[in-house]
T-cell receptor, first 114, second 113 residues
Framework: GAVVSQHPSRVICKSGTSVKIECRSLDFQATTMFWYRQFPKQSLMLMATSNEGSKATYEQGVEKDKFLINHASLTLSTLTVTSAHPEDSSFYIC??????????FGPGTRLLVL | GQQLNQSPQSMFIQEGEDVSMNCTSSSIFNTWLWYKQDPGEGPVLLIALYKAGELTSNGRLTAQFGITRKDSFLNISASIPSDVGIYFCAGNLNTGTASKLTFGTGTRLQVTL
């Protein structure tokens, strides 16, 4: 149980285009999902908290207009990187919380912006 | 953002040896979690601790929630090559709600034959 999937697993795009990443909780409902960003050899940095049916809460320094989050159902949250630039290249990981203290993570999406 | 301090930062050990790593914070946390991350993958939950002083095992792994609620340790007994990876501790301030985690800086473990 507690399986979280992400799609795509990796994506390469041209600078200026937008990329959408999906996060799904496969066997539980998640009222809250989280989006993280991880640079090589570093820890996970929280970008935003996504609550089903409401606006996401962004961490300080994260541009909400650049990283659009939609949590349309209890099993799906999406992160859209708009007008991507090379500095947005990173490993993006989502997690889902089934209403308790524990978070279960997806396998991550590696984004490369050329 | 805030991070928890993990030590050691990295360690090389021989197969069969026991491993110990810890995580400390200047703030109190109500839940401590230990995750393992393999290269190119998302973190996988190893152990969750919910009460101060709690000692929990998961196979060869044992973790304890410090009595002050400001620290936690993770032990791995009889290490094997597949234990290689990065181990992260994470703390949650709130109980019973899906609030955000504060992550440790990570301990990179390498096991030699």
């Amino acid at each position: 149980g507690a399986v979280v999937s992400q799609h795509p697993s990796r994506v390469i795009c041209k600078s200026g285009t937008s990329v959408k990443i999906e996060c799904r909780s496969l066997d539980f409902q998640a009222t809250t999902m989280f989006w993280y960003r991880q640079f090589p050899k570093q820890s996970l940095m929280l970008m935003a908290t996504s609550n089903e049916g409401s606006k996401a809460t962004y961490e300080q320094g994260v541009e909400k207009d650049k990283f659009l989050i939609n949590h349309a159902s209890l099993t799906l949250s999406t992160l859209t990187v708009t007008s991507a630039h090379p500095e947005d290249s990173s490993f993006y990981i989502c997690s889902a919380a089934p209403g308790q203290e524990t978070q279960y993570f997806g396998p991550g999406t590696r984004l490369l912006v050329l | 953002g805030q991070q928890l301090n993990q030590s050691p930062q990295s360690m090389f050990i021989q197969e069969g040896e026991d491993v110990s790593m810890n995580c400390t914070s200047s703030s109190i946390f109500n839940t401590w979690l230990w995750y393992k991350q393999d290269p190119g993958e998302g973190p996988v939950l190893l152990i969750a601790l919910y009460k101060a002083g709690e000692l929990t095992s998961n196979g060869r792994l044992t973790a304890q929630f410090g009595i002050t609620r400001k620290d936690s340790f993770l032990n791995i007994s009889a290490s094997i090559p597949s234990d290689v990876g990065i181990y992260f501790c994470a703390g949650n301030l709130n109980t019973g709600t899906a609030s955000k985690l504060t992550f440790g800086t990570g301990t990179r473990l390498q096991v030699t034959l």
